[in-house]
């Protein structure tokens, strides 16, 4: 069969269906269900009033706080993926079968996810192994799938379809989390004795989902747009050398530099909340008679939904106020968020905080992005490595961040103090943002 020629209709919308494929991982399995799932088995609660009696897991000999433990495979997780994550943008600038690679870490994340279904305490190695493959094969497959942009739309072409890819993964990923919470709320319906295998299934169905509708993508995508390069040493390095290319021209751009040290920090704190915010819920909540399983997963769609809405906002304000004062605005508004967080004890509380924490989550990732690509020198041909820069500087400051929340939790016995040191991250943006001056970035 020959290859789509670039820009026609069906290659964009083969490469766009590739999120509807992949995004039930970020979904299911990060946000909403694998999370439940972990805190129901490493928890052991009084039945009656619903107290924590014991959270310790045993782990490679050691003991830990459940939270701890799981925060610390995140940011182990996280840090294989900011020292990959260089060299495979390298691979992916030269080497032909780009196809080839994203399949390989398209089947190690969906197989990954399927072996969750046999995540025990038993098992533990084996289920925190599959976890941590899980996220790997997430991310490296985004590497060589952000890459085939550029190699299949035209400049005019890249916005729209990329929102369109957006707007796929969203609606396929909601679509399977509904179907895994009605499986999971009516489990005897399904002729099933408890809700524990239909969480078990719903890992399953996320890898097979992921690699069946990942099918049409590559069956359309091309091979690759350089092939023949085979992978050297020279390529291995090449996206290391050209983050210490960005680094030194940092050195000559206070702003830049500035507002990416802002960035590292307050991302910090953003990223390490949103991933452990259904972890915290399961744990610190008294959820009382009410379904946890339901109250958790409806926050969460809450969530998405009101962060729509919150990035459309925050980029009003910022063209009413200019970009570093909404960042400001935004980042005053979620130190607020972790300030409330610390007295969330109902489920009432916790939806209050979800609504709040929707409303500047896609905004304060929006804008951030938005906001480093205007101080990104103007005619620079280098804006490739500038993101991976960002990219790079955001993964890092999750390993460090999760790393920090999990020490706190395990020191402290509770998530919550966890949740209150975070507020020093943001305070830091803040002053730092504070004293950026640049008139471009504040009349955008």
Not at 100 to 119: E, P, T, V
Not at 177 to 182: A, D, G, M, S
Not at 399 to 423: E, N, P
Request: aromatic share 16%.
């Amino acid at each position: 069969m020959s290859e789509l020629k670039k820009g026609s209709k069906k290659l964009l919308n083969a490469w766009a269906f590739y999120d509807w494929a992949n995004s039930v991982y970020p979904l299911v399995i990060s946000s909403a269900v694998f999370p439940i799932f972990y805190g129901a088995l490493t928890i052991i609660k009084d039945e009656e009033t619903g107290k924590v009696l014991d959270d310790t897991v045993t782990f490679l000999g050691y003991e830990f706080n459940n939270d701890s433990l799981i925060s610390y495979v995140t940011a182990f997780s996280f840090l294989i993926v900011s020292i990959l994550s260089p060299i495979l943008s390298g691979i992916s600038d030269y080497v032909g079968n780009k196809e080839g690679f994203m399949k390989f870490f398209c089947y190690l994340g969906a197989i990954s996810c399927i072996g969750l279904y046999w995540f025990s305490l038993e098992n533990l190695i084996f289920g925190m192994v599959c976890y941590v493959l899980g996220l790997v094969g997430f991310w490296g497959s985004l590497v060589f799938y952000n890459s085939y942009l550029p190699d299949i739309a035209y400049p005019e072409q890249q916005d729209k379809i990329s929102a369109k890819g957006f707007s796929l993964g969203y609606v396929g990923s909601v679509i399977l989390l509904v179907i895994n919470l009605i499986m999971i709320l009516f489990y005897d319906v399904f002729g099933f004795e408890s809700s524990a295998q239909p969480t078990r299934i719903a890992f399953i169905m996320v890898g097979v989902w992921w690699i069946l509708f990942a099918q049409y993508t590559f069956k359309h995508l091309p091979t690759g747009t350089n092939e023949g390069h085979k992978v050297t040493k020279y390529v291995l390095m090449y996206g290391y050398n050209e983050l210490k290319k960005i680094w030194n021209a940092l050195k000559s751009n206070k702003t830049l530099k500035r507002y990416l040290s802002a960035f590292f920090v307050y991302s910090m704190a953003v990223q390490t909340i949103m991933i452990a915010a259904t972890y915290f819920a399961v744990e610190e909540l008294d959820w009382g008679t009410q379904d946890s399983t339901t109250g958790l997963i409806i926050s969460i769609l809450l969530i998405q939904l009101i962060a729509v809405l919150g990035a459309n906002f925050t980029a009003k304000l910022s063209k009413k106020i200019g970009n570093i004062k909404a960042l400001i605005c935004v980042i005053c508004i979620w130190i607020l968020i972790c300030g409330f967080a610390y007295f969330v004890t109902t489920p009432t509380h916790f939806y209050i905080t979800a609504a709040s924490v929707g409303l500047v989550m896609g905004g304060i990732q929006a804008l951030s992005r938005s906001t480093y690509s205007k101080l990104i020198p103007e005619g620079s041909v280098d804006t490739a490595s500038y993101f991976s820069f960002y990219d790079v500087a955001e993964k890092i400051g999750i390993v460090i961040g999760m790393f920090l929340y999990g020490f706190i939790a395990q020191i402290t016995g509770s998530m919550r103090y966890s949740i209150l040191f975070l507020i020093t991250f943001f305070i830091i943006g803040v002053i730092i943002l504070y004293s950026i001056k640049n008139i471009r970035v504040e009349d955008a």
